[in-house]
């Protein structure tokens, strides 16, 4: 299963624009991402309302993965690998602050 790990970047956390910067970025990867923190199962990374309620607070470690069986057919893991460090970046930068 593909995994990165990351820190939320972004004052407010994963709230209001930093939540809605994330959830876009993640809809354009086309894959089933999910984010956890704490050890807490993942929600859906591509649901607003899922990010924004789970409470990503600045400084948090946060995990982002797909599970391997939710893969599609046409994204290899190595393909998926390179989505989630694109997804790290973004949440460890100034665009999703």
């Known amino acids: 299963m593909p995994v990165r790990k990351a820190f939320v970047t972004a004052a407010i956390g994963l709230h209001a624009r930093p939540a809605a910067?994330?959830?876009?970025?993640?809809?354009?990867?086309?894959?089933?991402?999910?984010?956890?923190?704490d050890g807490r199962p993942g929600v859906d990374a591509r649901s607003l309302l899922e990010v924004m309620t789970e409470?990503?607070?600045?400084g948090c470690e946060v995990e982002l993965a797909v599970?391997?069986?939710?893969l599609p057919a046409s994204c290899s893991p190595a393909e998926a690998e390179g989505a989630l460090e694109e997804l790290r970046i973004l949440l460890e930068s100034a665009a999703a602050a």
């Open 21 to 37: 910067v994330f959830v876009r970025a993640v809809t354009a990867t086309g894959l089933p991402v999910t984010i956890s923190k």
């Open 55 to 58: 409470d990503f607070e600045c």
């Open 67 to 70: 599970a391997a069986d939710a």
